[in-house]
């Protein structure tokens, strides 16, 4: 449903007929960790996460799984070379 509460016009999962269903009535605005995302988005009450009602939650074990601005680096991972094939290759 549409949210009537803080979102306004925003699509919300836990907006109901009798109002908003979420644990404090409420969805809480993002946290310093979440400026950059994309999925912040800026309402007359404030700047509220579109995809979690509570952001803090999301940040309590580690980094947000659903955040677009946190660049997680693959370590590379090295091969170990068999020294008789690789005199062969030279």
Not at 11 to 34: H, P, Q, R, V, W
Not at 60 to 73: D, L, P, Q, S, V
């Amino acid at each position: 449903m549409i949210c009537t509460t803080i979102r306004e016009g925003d699509d919300c999962l836990f907006m109901t007929k009798k109002g908003c269903g979420y644990n404090e009535g409420a969805c809480l605005s993002i946290i310093d960790e979440c400026m950059g995302c994309a999925r912040s988005s800026e309402f007359q009450t404030g700047v509220y996460c579109t995809a979690a009602p509570d952001p803090s939650l999301k940040w309590k074990n580690g980094n947000c799984n659903i955040a677009t601005h946190i660049k997680i680096a693959e370590a590379a991972k090295k091969q170990k070379i068999n020294p008789i094939k690789a005199s062969k290759r030279r």
